[in-house]
């Protein structure tokens, strides 16, 4: 039976971003970033369909535009992040109940500096 009155701490307590699906994230990040029309982030020339499914399979692409080649977080508040989908989408959703840095990061197994990186980099 569901405890309403299960605290954001305990529920995530429960829960981690191993138990996201991977895939699911991955998607969810990319439109999030890129938006439902994604644009090479060289030339800002829309992506073909094919192109756009490649980046939501976690893959890369080459625009067919100008001939630059792009990740799924090319161009993007993710390019350089050596963390997981499911991990951002854990973050986000830790920071969204407004728990502590400290707390988040001993949760989702990165460290606090990569939380505070991460509060600032959204709220911006």
Sequence with gaps: ???AGLTPHAAAAMIGPQMFDAAACRKWVVVA?????P???ACGDFLSAREVQRLLDG???TCAACGVHSSPRSGTILEGSTLSDAQVVF?????HWELPA???A???GCSPATVYNWQHRVSA
């Excluded at 970033?33 to 029309?37: A, C, D, E, K, W």
């Excluded at 973050?91 to 920071?95: S, T």
């Design 1 to 3: 039976m569901f405890d």
């Design 33 to 37: 970033t890129r938006g439902q029309s």
């Design 39 to 41: 644009c090479c982030p």
């Design 59 to 61: 893959k890369g692409i």
């Design 91 to 95: 973050i986000l959703a830790l920071l």
């Design 102 to 104: 400290y707390q988040i």
């Design 106 to 108: 001993k949760l989702a």
